[in-house]
């Protein structure tokens, strides 16, 4: 019987994509051996957003989090995503703390590190990959999905080569915007699998509806992972749902070593908490629908739904088409990068403001230039030299890895930090969000100050 794993994602990227990834520790720590019993190949728990969010919003110490998740799930690999030399965040960080911060992911219980680049310039993944397989953990090497022109079979069977020969463990497909067709899926990992000989993966979201066909097709075609979340979770802007597919592929004579029951009654234990964020607004029914738009403008939901916010401030809703007309050749002029975060927002901004200004490339973000210097990496396709003209001038844009550049800062941090850090985790969240790092280790000091006085009192 053919093996298809299955990775949960209600922890981390359903958290995320449906509620902003507010869900504190203390509402799912009952559940999580539960969650150990059920069967899944992995959870995914860490990374991405939920670092940010638990500093910023739910005054909890990230590491502390997954060290206590890490107690109470004894079986599953607990699994993390990491954007490559920009860790959690959007700018390059230096070689030294790129390493320190996989050596701790690792040590603090993290199994399985799946590590991206936003522009698939894997020379910005290669510290991260490195520094992971030097401390045993699995690598699962990213390819992020887009479509274009220069995107084919060939570029992603030729991207699936280069991570093979960088020594990752397995690769992943991460369609961050649910884009994917059932057809696309089909070719795709039928040309990957012929290929290259590692486990292929597959990571959708439901936003446009295709994202339980897409999987299915993958899975005919040799992908042997995909991602889903468990069904009150589910959906929309989420993955697909965790029952659904394992029981669809059952049929189909797939093994995916779920057991429905403990599904079951995980499922029930989520549904009165999603209840809870419907209630307070934190969950919008509106990303839980089907949206497909992005199929028509073939751009993500996400940017479609931020070129529209950007407009109807400026008050010119009524340039949305020419915007959209705007937005390819924008992309096109950029060198076809993937429409992820940050591009995809670089991009839809730059489109707007050549539409409303009336003049293209009059104003350019800070942002798209560093794009243009290479101060992201390299572009997929080639960049419109007349545009690096008229932005940059004389100045030469850089071809190297751009963290080369960078000084190491992990000592410098730990020093000035001084005793506000009790470990090089504190100072490893410091350099990641300085400023709400910095007020979370003081309100934690203070709060540790009073419970001393508080105990002394008592005593
Ligand atoms: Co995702």
Not at 14 to 43: M, W
Not at 171 to 189: H, T, V
Request: proline share 4%; charged share 25%; glycine share 6%.
């Amino acid at each position: 019987m053919k093996r298809v794993n299955i990775t949960e994602t209600v922890l981390r990227d359903a958290n995320q994509s449906l509620i902003a990834t507010r869900l504190p520790f203390s509402d799912f720590e009952e559940v999580l051996e539960k969650i150990d019993q059920a069967g899944y190949y992995s959870i995914e728990c860490w990374g991405g957003a939920t670092f940010d969010s638990c500093l910023r919003y739910l005054s909890e110490d990230p590491w502390e989090r997954l060290r206590r998740i890490k107690a109470k799930v004894k079986n599953t690999k607990l699994q993390m995503l990491l954007r490559g030399q920009n860790l959690l965040g959007y700018k390059h960080y230096p070689d030294d703390v790129v390493r320190k911060f996989v050596e701790y992911a690792v040590k603090n219980g993290i199994d399985i590190i799946r590590i991206f680049d936003a522009l698939n310039d894997f020379r910005n993944i290669e510290i991260a990959v490195d520094e992971a397989l030097k401390h045993g953990a699995h690598v699962q090497g990213a390819i992020c999905y887009t479509l274009s022109p220069i995107h084919n079979l060939e570029s992603y069977v030729k991207m699936g080569k280069e991570l093979e020969a960088m020594g990752v463990h397995s690769i992943c497909i991460k369609d961050m915007a649910g884009i994917m067709s059932p057809k696309e899926a089909y070719d795709l990992f039928k040309a990957l699998n012929e290929a290259v000989k590692l486990p292929l993966v597959l990571h959708t979201h439901s936003t446009t509806g295709l994202g339980p066909m897409t999987y299915l097709k993958a899975v005919e075609a040799g992908c042997s992972g995909i991602d889903t979340a468990i069904s009150v979770f589910s959906g929309g802007t989420a993955q697909p749902a965790t029952e659904t597919l394992s029981y669809a592929l059952k049929q189909f004579g797939y093994e995916t070593g779920l057991n429905e029951k403990v599904l079951k009654e995980i499922n029930d234990f989520f549904r009165p908490i999603k209840e809870r964020f419907l209630e307070a607004g934190v969950l919008n029914p509106f990303v839980m629908g089907t949206e497909t738009d992005a199929l028509t403008y073939q751009i993500p939901g996400g940017m479609l739904s931020n070129l529209i916010a950007q407009l109807k401030q400026q008050n010119s809703l009524d340039r949305l088409d020419e915007v959209l007309e705007e937005t390819p050749k924008v992309r096109k002029e950029l060198g076809y990068p993937p429409l992820v975060t940050p591009m995809s927002q670089m991009v839809g901004v730059q489109a707007t403001s050549n539409v409303l200004q009336g003049e293209r490339y009059r104003n350019v973000s800070k942002e798209v230039r560093a794009y243009l210097r290479g101060e992201y990496g390299k572009a997929p396709g080639e960049i419109e030299p007349e545009l690096i003209k008229k932005v940059l001038g004389d100045e030469k844009p850089i071809t190297g890895r751009y963290a080369e550049n960078l000084e190491p800062e992990f000592e410098k941090a730990k020093k000035k930090l001084g005793s506000l850090a009790k470990s090089d985790e504190d100072v490893l969240s410091y350099i990641a969000f300085p400023q709400i790092a910095e007020k979370f280790l003081k309100e934690r000091e203070e709060r540790r100050a009073s419970t001393v006085s508080y105990t002394i009192k008592k005593l």
